[in-house]
């Protein structure tokens, strides 16, 4: 008891003893929500089992062995059974098990409902949020569908169910149960539950904390992984019809306990833990996915020193780390324009003086022809005038020879 705090007596009735009622009113004035995911490969019995289950039928799409890769398909309806009204959501895998990589099969799964959790969290981190009508898809319970081969586990299982136990409220069932005979069952249940425990897959159990069902729940956790058979079929049975799979060798009837599980997992399910499943989503599942999410955001409870940090000195402390590396930032793009702009000037450089030098050498070059030509031209104007002169003194002699010879010609007529 608190320091300080006094137990008193009432004298007379005051009221207040109608709390649980009046919670129990506010809850089905408001309805409930459920959100149930089934993983199971392909033809495994998924759609007919939800229908057996809630003694309905629900959409069905069949699914091909040929999808490129698993999606889900989430469908929801709104069911009443007397004054409860529940919006109640089944999320079928399609094509799961398909795939030639055992990744590609659970990813997609993985993905699904850590988006339901992110979703939520974005509703509660909203400055106006309304979760009171908000639509709350978060997965509460996953049931696993396990294939009847008595046999064992496949890799695929332990790996999906593994990456899954963190994230969701995992019931394993054994499909098609009326495949497989009572003695081999027997040993497949206890092969499985020797396999999940010694992968270290935890599956959910069953509650033992509420005294009222403690019992049923310890016995029902021995069970695990119940074997089911659906069906939606009615048959005759003594003088009553009941929901069966018959053979030319016999009827299975789904409902009675001697011949499979499937009672075992509606009365877990949904007469005694929805509620818990509801709550382990909440305080377990989607507080996990919360608490990394905020750290890996950078918020945090405590400082080094374990003193308690709000919300705000950690907005403020974020906004000034982003401001120095801003800063940084800044200052090393200033940095890097300076020396760009140097490396450029002095590329420019590099470039003018080499086209200096070759502009200079051509101008050499165009000196030494010119001088070499001058040099012809006065080679040649000298052989020029030397020619002139020759063919002056060659005239002057010729003249010379002729008018000697004239002379010699008069002197012999004479
Ligand atoms: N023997 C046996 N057959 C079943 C059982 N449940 C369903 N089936 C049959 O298996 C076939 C496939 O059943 P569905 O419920 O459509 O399987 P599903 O997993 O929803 O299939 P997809 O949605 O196409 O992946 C149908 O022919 C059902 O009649 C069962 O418990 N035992
Ligand atoms: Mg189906």
């Known amino acids: 008891q608190d320091k300080g705090v006094r137990s008193l007596s009432l004298a007379g009735h005051v009221g207040f003893d109608s709390l649980p009622d009046q919670l129990v009113n506010k809850s089905i004035c408001q309805g409930f929500c459920f959100n149930i995911l089934c993983i199971g490969e392909t033809g495994i019995g998924k759609s007919t089992l939800m229908d057996t289950l809630f003694n309905t039928n629900f959409e069905n799409f069949e699914s091909s062995h040929f999808e490129p890769q698993v999606k889900l398909r989430a ?52 400055i106006k949020r309304s979760l009171h009508n908000y639509h709350d898809s978060r997965v509460h319970a996953c049931l696993y569908f396990i294939s009847p081969s008595g046999h064992s586990l496949k890799s695929l299982d332990l790996v999906t169910m593994k990456k899954l136990d ?21 040993k497949f249940k206890i092969k499985i539950m020797s396999e999940l425990v010694s992968n270290g897959v935890q599956i959910y159990q069953f509650p033992l904390d509420d005294e009222t069902v403690a019992k049923v729940n310890t016995t029902m956790n021995g069970h695990l992984p119940f074997a089911v058979v659906g069906s939606t079929e009615e048959v005759s049975v003594g003088n009553k019809m009941v929901k069966a799979r018959q053979y030319p060798w016999g009827v299975v009837q789904v409902e009675n306990e001697n011949h499979c599980d499937f009672v075992k997992l509606r009365e877990m399910l949904i007469c005694v833990n929805m509620e818990d499943l509801r709550e382990q989503t909440h305080t377990r599942h989607y507080e996990l996915y919360r608490r990394c999410k905020l750290e890996e955001m950078g918020f945090k409870d405590t400082d080094p020193e374990c003193k308690p940090v709000s919300l705000q000195q950690t907005y403020e402390a974020k906004r000034q780390e982003f401001l120095v590396e801003l800063q940084k930032r800044e200052d090393e793009m200033r940095q890097m324009f300076v020396q760009r702009v140097k490396e450029k000037e002095a590329e420019l450089k590099e470039a003018e003086r080499e086209l200096q030098s070759r502009f200079e050498q051509l101008k050499r070059l165009h000196a030494e022809e010119k001088a070499a030509l001058e040099e012809k031209k006065r080679l040649l104007d000298e052989d020029q005038s030397s020619f002139g002169k020759r063919k002056a003194a060659a005239q002057l002699l010729q003249a010379q020879s002729l008018t000697a010879n004239g002379k010699k010609d008069k002197d012999r007529k004479k």
């Open 75 to 126: 469908q929801t309806y709104d069911l009443q059974e007397s004054n409860v009204r529940l919006r109640l959501t089944v999320v079928n895998t399609v094509g799961f098990g398909d795939q030639m990589n055992k990744q590609e099969s659970y990813q997609p799964v993985v993905d699904y409902i850590d988006r339901q959790f992110e979703s939520y969290l974005q509703e509660e981190l909203k």
């Open 166 to 186: 963190s994230k969701v409220n995992i019931i394993p069932v054994i499909a098609k149960a009326d495949t497989i005979s009572k003695s081999e069952l027997h």
